[in-house]
């Protein structure tokens, strides 16, 4: 089994910064890619950034020069850094991340989902 599990969202205000992080466990022999997607309302969940092994990087433009996603291979873990919040980042933020298992199938995995409230 592989899980993702998701941590550091919550209230800031207008301006403010908050740091997601997301830690993959389980029967993994290698993450290709992971990344953070965001919840539209009655819609699709929408790309905010993502990051391969590479290190190549993605940003929705809505974001970018605002947040920024890194990873720690070692800890199977990456981060969403989000500065200059506004109050329309308000959503909950997904964790994700395709997944090569032992074994040798891939597939992509979700988090649960974590809140982020930007409000004054």
């Known amino acids: 089994q592989v899980q993702l599990v998701e941590s550091g969202g919550g209230l800031v205000q207008p301006g403010g910064s908050l740091t997601l992080s997301c830690a993959a466990s389980?029967?993994?022999?290698?993450?290709?890619?992971m990344g953070w997607y965001r919840q539209t309302p009655g819609k699709q969940r929408d790309l905010v950034a993502t990051?391969?092994?590479?290190?190549?990087?993605v940003y929705a433009d809505s974001v970018k020069g605002r947040f920024t996603i890194s990873r720690d291979n070692a800890k199977n873990t990456v981060y969403l850094q989000m500065n200059s919040l506004k109050p329309e980042d308000t959503t909950v933020y997904f964790c994700?991340?395709?997944?090569?298992?032992?074994?040798?199938?891939?597939?992509?995995?979700w988090g649960q989902g974590t809140q982020v409230t930007v409000s004054s």
């Open positions: 994700s991340a395709r997944i090569t298992k032992l074994g040798g199938s891939e597939q992509v995995y």
């Open positions: 389980g029967s993994i022999f290698s993450i290709n890619a």
């Open positions: 990051v391969t092994s590479a290190g190549g990087k």
